[in-house]
């Protein structure tokens, strides 16, 4: 049986989905005076998504800065994520220009911290009721609009009306699917293994990433101790990689140029990975929806790059939908507008670094303009830390590929050999 809601809306917003981009998107609407029902199918408030890598690009720093999170990750052990990346030329070693401001930093941080962490800061934001164990199982509809959704819980189903549903639930996301949200999916040429590692140096005691072109390695020290290192080659190695997981594993990262003494190293964790991972894009905005995180948009796990997006998008359809404190008086009147003002945002500042991520995903070698811009940043400092603010996404590609940036790299190859 149905309980439904007996005046009207209870909340402004429901979000199904209390991972990353659930519960900051949680936080911040309460914070501009929205009511917020955040709704998560798991019941253990501890629960987290194991498969990823946790390196979080530092685009994301702003909104975790906002949050108010960078002093309990820091206690919490999180690791400021420099990284070195090896290419064919040698190695790209993104460092600070001499007398130059520090480059911008994300962190490395477990899932197992970090979900927990966000999830019990949406909990004790007041104007967030998180419900846990609570599914959604569909959408109330009125009008050919959103209205609300239907949910499975632990004492029934029951209906949950808010102004604006958010489908923060993944790449799967079943609020797009009940919204009828057409998905674009991408092949992915690659298949990924990862495991955690104690006792596991890494070269400078930083992260570590390995183009080879197609197939591909990084390695990253997280909070505790514990190093995560991850396996993505090419899909047609699969049949021999499964074969021995372990073994196919651990002779892959022996063979890394530089390769982390695994050997030596204490496996922590057990091996997880998926062997189809097709990239999705979504329209973010429907009648009555919004979608943020891997819901809008699921891009390569190669690039590290969705716990960023899944932060930002909540802080971009907050700053959408809901005016700032002093004002801080809910959703805005003109919801329509405002959904578009993000989707608009979302598909700017995203579109760009997908259409490049669904072409490498093709698992091939560099292309010419790739070689280009890989191979400068090997063998020049400011051309190192270009390419690092493209990595962290914070430039997108049409600054990455400018002319001036293309002519410089030009003339840094010239001058160093040809590419
Ligand atoms: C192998 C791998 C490695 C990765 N490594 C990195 C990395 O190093 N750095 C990086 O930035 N990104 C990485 N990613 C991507 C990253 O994991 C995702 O982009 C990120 O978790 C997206 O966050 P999200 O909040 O949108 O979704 P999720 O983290 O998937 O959270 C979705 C939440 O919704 C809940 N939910 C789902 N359905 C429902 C429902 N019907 N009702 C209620 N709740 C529901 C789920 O239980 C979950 O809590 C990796 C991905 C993979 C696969």
Redesign the pocket.
Known sequence: MTIPDSAGPEYDVVI???????SAAAILLARRGVRVAL????SDPE?Y?V???????ANAYPVLDELGLVPALEEAGAVRNDARWHTRWGWIEPKAAPEGPELPHGYNVRRSTLDPLIRSLAAETPGVDLLLG????GLVREAGRAVGVRVSTPQGEREIRARLVVG????DS?VAKFAEVPTKSYANGRF?Y?AHFRDLPLVDGIGQAWFLEPDMAYAFPNDDGVTVL?VLPDKKRLPAFKENLEGSFLEFVRALPEAPPIDSAERVSKFI??VD?PLHTRRPTAPGVAL????AL?SD?LW???????LQTAQWLAEAVAPAAPAATGLREDLDASLTTYARRHRRRLTGHQQLAVDYARSRPFKAMERLMFAAAARDASMARHMYMFAARLIGPLRFLSPVAVGRALAVNVRRRSY
Do not use: M, N, Q
Not at 39 to 42: C, K, P
């Open positions: 199904s989905g209390s991972g990353l981009a659930g709704l998560e199918r798991r629960a998504k498969l990823c890598t946790h390196s979080i690009t609570h599914r959604v199982t923060a639930d993944g790449k079943a990924g990862l991850a990975g998926t991972y943020i995180g891997d819901a699921t796990p590290g790059v969705g716990c960023g997006w899944a």
